[in-house]
């Protein structure tokens, strides 16, 4: 039952990482340009609409991910590519948050203290 829980969450932190590779990684970008240049067909416009959004690419990459589970699930390999899949998106979380800049520092004042402040500079 551990196992299969395990697994669960490696395949939810792989169908992450694809989507976020599909949709805001630089190494994809080329077919998200090509995509977009051959906007003429239906089909090119709905893939490039796709690839612009998270939430209906994540719809695609989950269902190929259901299908990828039941056919391997209880493969070595199946394992494998969803750990590396889900530490990569593990570290690309942490190198974001890491690099981000620190959040603004809130000065809390106290009401009395500043009145105070104001009474003695008038004397």
């Given at each position: 039952?551990?196992?299969?829980?395990?697994?669960?969450?490696?395949t939810?932190?792989?169908i992450?990482r694809?989507?976020?590779?599909?949709?805001?990684d630089t190494?994809?970008q080329p077919?998200r340009?090509?995509?977009?240049k051959?906007?003429?067909?239906?089909?090119?416009?709905?893939l490039?609409?796709?690839?612009a959004?998270?939430?209906c690419t994540?719809i695609?990459?989950?269902?190929?991910a259901?299908?990828a589970?039941?056919l391997?699930?209880?493969?070595?390999?199946?394992l494998?590519v969803v750990?590396?899949?889900?530490a990569s998106?593990v570290v690309?979380?942490a190198?974001s948050w890491?690099?981000s800049?620190p959040p603004?520092?809130?000065i809390?004042?106290?009401?009395?203290?500043v009145?105070m402040?104001v009474?003695?500079?008038r004397r």
């Amino acid at each position: 039952m551990a196992i299969q829980i395990i697994l669960a969450l490696l395949t939810l932190g792989a169908i992450a990482r694809v989507t976020r590779f599909v949709v805001d990684d630089t190494l994809f970008q080329p077919v998200r340009t090509a995509v977009g240049k051959r906007g003429g067909r239906r089909v090119f416009v709905w893939l490039a609409d796709l690839m612009a959004c998270s939430w209906c690419t994540s719809i695609w990459v989950s269902a190929a991910a259901a299908i990828a589970h039941w056919l391997w699930h209880d493969t070595t390999a199946y394992l494998y590519v969803v750990a590396a899949l889900t530490a990569s998106h593990v570290v690309s979380l942490a190198a974001s948050w890491l690099d981000s800049p620190p959040p603004p520092r809130h000065i809390v004042l106290d009401p009395l203290a500043v009145d105070m402040a104001v009474r003695d500079q008038r004397r």
